[in-house]
C-alpha cells in the first residue's frame, strides 16, 4: 500500500507505545510490560505522588535508564524524514503529537512535536508555581538527591499522571483542524482523549490512517488500516507529491 500525499496536504501523527514497543520499550497493556509488579495508583496518579514521593521517583528513574539505552528505530525514522520532505519549504506541512514520554522521536530527527503526556527526561515544580520544566536526565538513587524548585516545591517527574489533562489540547486541536492527513501509529485507540483525534479529524474532512500490529479499537473512525509493524510499514508507505 502507498500513501499519496499531495503538495497541498497538511499531516497531522499521533504516536502511541507500539512504536517505541520496537525500540524494546516494553508497554503497559503487555503482560510482563511496563507496569507488571506495579499497580498504577502506586506510580503514577497525583494520590501517589502525595503518598509515596520516593516510589514515584524510583519508578520513573527506572523508566530513564531504560528509554536512556534504547534506539529510534526505522518508523521513527521514517516520520522524521517524512517531516523533513513536509517542512522543507518552512511551510509547517507536518505536526507530529507523541503520547509517549521517551526522546526517540527527537533522537531520530523530528522537531515539529509535543509530548501530550510529559516527556521522561524534564521534571517540574509539584506545586505548579508557574515555574518551567527543567531538563532532568538523572537516575535517582533516592528522594534525598531531588531537587527543588525555587518556591520550595520539590521536583516531580515532567509527566502527566492518570486523572491529569493531557498538555498542549488548545494546541493538538488546532493541529487537527488544519490537517487533511491524519496517520495513526501504534496506539490501541483505549486511552483518551487521545482516542477521539480520529473522530475530531474525520469530522473535518481528512483521511485518517492506521499502522499497527492489530487492528485498534476505533477501528472504524479509519478510512485505511494497516495491520504491521510500524518499522516495517512506514519507510516506504508515503509518495510525496511536488
Sequence with gaps: MTISISPTDRVFVLTGAGISAESGLPTFRDSDGLWAGFRIEDVCTPEAWERDPAAVWAFYSARRAAAEKAQPNPAHLALAELEQSLNSGGEGRFFLCTQNVDDLHE????????????????????????????????????????????????????????????????????????????????????????????????????????????????????????????????????????
Excluded at 119 to 129: F, K, T
Excluded at 142 to 161: K, M, Q, T, W, Y
Excluded at 221 to 235: C, D
Design 107 to 242: 533522537r531520530a530527527g523530528s522537531v515539529n512535536l509535543i509530548h501530550m503526556h510529559g516527556e521522561l527526561a524534564g521534571s517540574r515544580c509539584e506545586r505548579e508555581c508557574g515555574a518551567a520544566p527543567v531538563e532532568d536526565r538523572r537516575v535517582y538513587a533516592s528522594l534525598d538527591e531531588v531537587g527543588r524548585c525555587a518556591c520550595g516545591g520539590r521536583l516531580r517527574p515532567h509527566i502527566v499522571f492518570f486523572g491529569e489533562t493531557p498538555l498542549e489540547m488548545d494546541r493538538i486541536r488546532r493541529e487537527i483542524r488544519k490537517s487533511t492527513l491524519m496517520l495513526v501509529v501504534g496506539t490501541s485507540g483505549s486511552v483518551y482523549p487521545a482516542a477521539n483525534f480520529v473522530h475530531w479529524a474525520r469530522f473535518e474532512g481528512a483521511r485518517t490512517v492506521y499502522i499497527g500490529p492489530e487492528s485498534p479499537l476505533n477501528a472504524e473512525a479509519f478510512t485505511h488500516v494497516v495491520e504491521g509493524k510500524a518499522g516495517q510499514v512506514l519507510p516506504g508507505l508515503f509518495r510525496v507529491g511536488t
